[in-house]
């Protein structure tokens, strides 16, 4: 079992909304921004793809915001793998503070894109094999009831 992969960063003063704690927008990017950090490090950094001709495209995304963020507060981004196929990624990825709090989840799909063509295309060789060894060694977790929930009123 490998350590999953995570980001540690802490809230900016250009983070901040008027309600005085992060924008929901920010929430997204610091995901989608964790996510390409794992894809990079994992075989698909900007040169490579480049090289491939290759890259991701993110195709659906939820986000549940569970907890507030303020000013200075430090929160890490952990993710982890919820499923994949040759060329379909389905992430699932965790914001805790540093007391354990969950601030957030996200859950995001993206497909391989070949650039030559724009169109969906299996996962070059070193990222399909980082793909599946990340998720055949991360560490088991109970999913979080935010994986997959549909939006709705409750009455």
């Known amino acids: 079992m490998q350590t999953p992969f995570t980001i540690n ?3 900016t003063q250009d983070m901040i909304d008027h309600n005085n704690h992060v924008h929901d927008a920010q929430y997204n990017i610091i995901f989608s921004d964790a996510i390409n950090q794992f894809n990079y490090q994992k ?6 793809r480049e090289t491939l001709s290759y890259t991701l495209f ?4 939820q986000t549940a ?4 963020l303020v000013e200075n507060d430090e929160y890490q981004i952990t993710i982890y793998l ?3 196929n040759e060329k379909s990624v389905h992430f699932f990825s965790i914001m805790t503070k540093t007391d354990g709090t969950t601030v957030a989840t996200n859950e995001a799909l993206m497909l391989g894109i070949n650039r030559k063509t724009n169109k969906t295309s299996p ?3 070193q990222y ?3 793909i599946i060894s990340y998720y055949n060694n991360q560490q088991l977790i109970d999913w979080p009831k935010q994986l997959g929930h549909r939006i709705g009123i409750t009455r």
Do not use: C, K, Q, R
Not at 43 to 48: A, D, F, I, K
Not at 65 to 68: A, I, P, Q, V
């Open 9 to 11: 960063h802490y809230v």
């Open 43 to 48: 075989g698909l950094s900007l040169e490579e």
């Open 58 to 61: 993110t195709v659906e995304e």
């Open 65 to 68: 915001y569970l907890s507030e």
């Open 82 to 84: 919820y499923d994949y």
């Open 123 to 125: 996962f070059p060789e």
């Open 128 to 130: 399909a094999n980082e």
